[in-house]
């Protein structure tokens, strides 16, 4: 989000995030409350020592003095484990209920938006930027307590000691609000510059952990290393200039605080020198010693300010970067319920648009399927293969398609179906095969409800059972990061066997079998149907000989059902499917297709 933006849904996850524990926080600020007032006890005593010392008397017992001191202090550390447990512990716990907040509503939102979002932003978000806001909450909301406290307390005892004339001391502190105001515009667009350099950089990572492969075939390592440096210089420089203003600030606050001893010094010179009365109580050794302590206790709070501003700044910069996830629609989850098995899916004039994009992907596509049924689907890259499947995946919303003359499945309009439950009996393989950097077994059934005999079951229906005995530890094999341990071929075999596995009715795989051979991916096929007769098979491919034995074909281009047929049809039509066949036999005949 720009840095212009406001800050609107600051304040509300914040609340959101303090609500639960309004009462640890309430009592850790009792603490800190009390642990303050104790702290302005030892000043008044020193006082009374210092004006004793003066006058000569030396009437007081050291070791009454002594036991004073020792007990308060004990009391302010045993206190302040109080607080530390009440602000540090407690701001761990809305940390985590943070992340669970954005991974929540990164899970239930629309497809659509939710695989728009860049992996390394959204890695770097849920690390450093939810930290930023717990270190505001926690650590920043103890400072802002403890500095209004001490802003109470010591005014009003300077005030009690020595009356109005306290007011001398504190005009250089009227200089605040300009140095503020000075502070907070540079470190706000500084670190708004420091957030999203750390997403580019999570994002560059991410980028080279995905094309590792395709940048060292292109030698391109040079260029990517030209800008990750370039990147690391920004924040490098991003980072020294926050450095430089916090240090400047700093400064600016701690010259208040000598300005305010001058005075101090200049009024104790005066009343010494000179017989102004208004000015007698800064003669007093135990006012000089009192104010200097309290002087003293002052320098935390005024270097608060600057620590209180930057956390404050850093979490309005993690918020905003986090209001594109606030900001994710939910996914449309619909009323009515639709039960195993999917006997008819009926589709006419279907037309459905990407956001940004003018054309139509689907351009009145018409397409049908029942129970028992094999269909294929063919068509060049950008055809519309994928995104049929998608919609028939219940992935796009309903109110992201154009429009459609009829859309039903089961003969309930597509508007009206509950989600979940039609997912509950759908089975999606996209086209790249999504494995997890577990083992087979928890690849295979990452909720972990799947039998042992279930997934070795799973496994032979999708051929992989043989591949299964070259893994070191069967089933409990590690796979790898995206499957590393695995080729082509044993990946989509993962991924199809995970698809048994659901007892699906109705199987969408999108180029699901292009690394198998041709007998394994016809076992493949077959086993669906032996698993459940009555199931539906929606297979996009690039394959044509794949879809021999298939019942009807659709055969896409530019989003249009051009041709229509089982494949004994469509090969006595001679049009672009034949085509495809003669092509896909001539490259197999020079070796251009891996069998």
């Known amino acids: 989000m720009d840095s212009k933006t406001d800050n609107s849904l600051f304040i509300p996850v914040v609340k959101e995030l303090v609500k639960p524990y309004k009462k640890i926080l309430g009592f850790g ?36 003095y002594a036991a004073i001191f020792l007990g308060i202090y004990i009391a302010i550390g045993a206190l302040k484990l109080v607080w530390r447990y009440c602000f540090f512990i407690t701001s761990r716990y809305m940390e985590v209920d943070l992340k669970k907040n954005l991974f929540e509503k990164i899970l239930l939102s629309r497809f659509s938006k939710a695989s728009s979002l860049k992996v390394g932003t959204t890695v770097s978000l849920l690390s450093y930027d939810t930290n930023d806001v717990r270190m505001y909450i926690g650590i920043g909301g103890l400072i802002l307590i403890d500095t209004i406290t001490y802003l109470i307390y010591i005014p009003f005892v300077l005030y009690t000691i020595i009356g109005i004339k306290c007011l001398i001391l504190l005009i250089p502190f009227a200089l605040i609000p300009f140095g503020m105001h000075l502070y907070e515009k540079n470190v706000n667009f500084l670190y708004e510059k420091s957030s999203k350099l750390l997403g580019d950089i999570s994002d560059k990572v991410h980028e080279e952990s995905v094309g590792v492969k395709i940048f060292r075939v292109l030698r391109l390592q040079g260029v990517r290393r030209t800008k990750f440096r370039g990147l690391l210089d920004s924040l490098y420089e991003t980072n020294k200039s926050i450095g430089v203003v ?82 994710l629609e939910p996914a449309y989850k619909g009323e009515h319920k639709v039960f195993s098995p999917i006997h008819s899916i009926d589709v006419e004039d279907l037309y459905f648009t990407y956001p940004n994009e003018r054309n139509h992907v689907l351009d009145g596509i018409h397409f049908k399927a029942s129970q028992g049924q094999k269909i294929g689907i063919v068509g060049d890259v950008g055809a519309g293969k994928s995104t049929l499947l998608r919609i028939l995946a219940s992935l796009h919303q309903p109110s992201e398609i154009d429009s459609y003359g009829k859309f039903q499945i089961n003969e309930i309009d597509y508007r009206n179906i509950n989600y979940d439950l039609y997912r509950n009996i759908t089975s999606y393989i996209p086209q790249e095969s999504i494995v997890f950097n577990s083992t087979l077994s928890g690849n295979l059934s990452p909720n972990g409800k799947a039998t042992k005999e279930e997934i070795h079951a799973s496994l032979k229906d999708a051929c992989l059972d043989t591949d299964l005995k070259q893994l070191p530890k069967g089933i409990e094999t590690l796979i790898g990061e995206k499957g590393v341990n695995l080729s082509g071929g044993q990946r989509q075999r993962v991924s199809i066997a995970r698809s048994f596995l659901s007892n699906a009715s109705l199987y969408l795989w999108d180029d699901t079998i292009s690394a198998l051979d041709v007998e394994t991916e016809r076992k493949v096929v077959s086993n669906i149907f032996k698993l459940n007769p009555e199931a539906i098979l929606v297979l996009a491919t690039h394959r044509p000989s794949a879809l021999m ?28 499917f034949y085509n495809l066949f003669q092509y896909e036999v001539r490259t197999r005949e020079v070796g251009g297709i891996d069998e």
């Open 246 to 327: 916090d240090l400047c600030f700093e400064s600016f606050l701690l010259s208040l605080i000598f300005m305010s001893r001058a005075i101090l010094f200049l009024c104790a010179y005066f009343a010494l020198t000179s017989n102004e009365m208004w000015l007698k109580d800064f003669a007093s050794l135990g006012v000089i010693i009192l104010v200097l302590k309290l002087l003293d206790k002052l320098i935390w709070p005024m270097m608060s300010f600057s620590y209180l501003a930057t956390l404050s700044e850093k979490a309005k910069a993690a918020v905003r970067r986090m209001s594109y996830i606030y900001e």
């Open 29 to 64: 600020c009792i603490i800190v409350v009390l642990i303050n007032a104790l702290e302005m006890i030892p000043p008044l005593l020193l006082k009374n020592l210092g004006d004793s010392i003066q006058s000569g008397a030396y009437n007081y017992d050291p070791r009454i």
């Open 549 to 576: 034995d298939f019942d009807n074909i659709y055969i896409l281009m530019d989003g249009k059902v051009i041709e229509e047929g089982n494949f004994s049809k469509l090969m006595q039509i001679k049009g672009h």
